[in-house]
């Protein structure tokens, strides 16, 4: 059971979130340590992509900010929240290790879980790439969408670089751009309609995954069909209430955040705690 929260964080019964993407520039680190800075729960999935080993692999990208999300994650994991860490595609080098059934730092270690909501309904978690015909069957073209994916990231900073000049929030060009395109829609269709058969084949009453970016919360052929989107694109998380009522969280809507405001507010955190140079 969790140590006693401050009153101004808010408490969740479970907290999911996927699509980290740590190690990648795109990844809004910052964001992601502001969310869970300001939320507690008994639960918290970490459901795919938490760590880009993909993007890792090619060059190397750590900030100060990545460390604090780790530290945060395993805080909580230390003060009582039971951790679960499903690997996607993009952090598989962990999957070798789910046979071994480790746990580390708190933090388990598992292909899929089973999560029972309070109100009784049995929801299906798990990450979703197996059920991606691009990731599964053709990786090269995984990893080369992989590539033009970086690239349209890359022209987010810069044109949300120009926004917040002009006095405007954060807001997703890459993810406008692939709302746009006719095929993706198809695409995120076929894998909501594939995950919520496969939730309904097994027995389940709904589904908790990641992957795509695109969080959603709907029902799907009598099942119901959970997206938690990402911390790249829309920095969204799932939560669960204490009576069993499902949230989809647009953190940066919320809290008015724009793209550099969390970064800002540190450096003149930190330029403030510095001590003053004498004569």
Not at 7 to 36: E, K, M, N, W
Not at 104 to 117: K, P, Q, S
Not at 150 to 174: C, D, E, K, Q, V
Not at 254 to 259: A, C, G, K, Q, Y
Request: aromatic share 10%; charged share 25%; with cysteine.
């Amino acid at each position: 059971m969790n140590a006693v929260s401050p009153p101004d964080v808010q408490r969740y019964r479970t907290v999911f979130i996927s699509d980290l993407h740590l190690g990648t520039r795109g990844c809004r680190s910052d964001f992601l340590a502001d969310f869970l800075r300001k939320t507690s729960s008994e639960r918290l999935f970490l459901v795919g992509d938490i760590i880009d080993g993909w993007r890792l692999r090619k060059s190397w990208f750590w900030d100060e900010s990545h460390d604090e999300v780790i530290r945060l994650i395993l805080a909580k994991a230390s003060a009582g929240t039971e951790v679960t860490y499903i690997p996607g595609n993009h952090d598989e080098m962990l999957r070798d290790w789910l046979p071994m059934g480790l746990e580390i730092g708190g933090v388990r270690l598992l292909r899929n879980a089973e999560h029972v909501t309070a109100d009784g309904r049995r929801l299906l978690v798990m990450h979703g790439d197996e059920f991606d015909s691009v990731v599964r069957y053709a990786k090269f073209l995984a990893h080369l969408g992989d590539w033009a994916y970086t690239t349209a990231l890359s022209l987010n900073r810069w044109f949300n670089a120009i926004r917040r000049r002009l006095g405007y929030p954060y807001w997703s060009l890459s993810q406008w751009l692939k709302r746009q395109v006719k095929e993706a829609v198809k695409a995120i269709d076929r894998f909501e309609t594939a995950l919520a058969g496969e939730a309904k084949r097994r027995g389940f009453d709904g589904v908790v995954c990641g992957h795509i970016h695109h969080a959603e919360m709907r029902e799907v052929g009598g099942v119901l069909y959970l997206n938690d989107g990402d911390w790249v694109e829309s920095c969204t998380a799932l939560v669960e209430h204490f009576d069993g009522r499902l949230e989809l969280l647009d953190w940066v809507a919320i809290n008015r955040l724009s793209f550099f405001t969390p970064r800002e507010q540190q450096r003149r955190a930190q330029g403030s705690n510095r001590v003053p140079e004498t004569a």
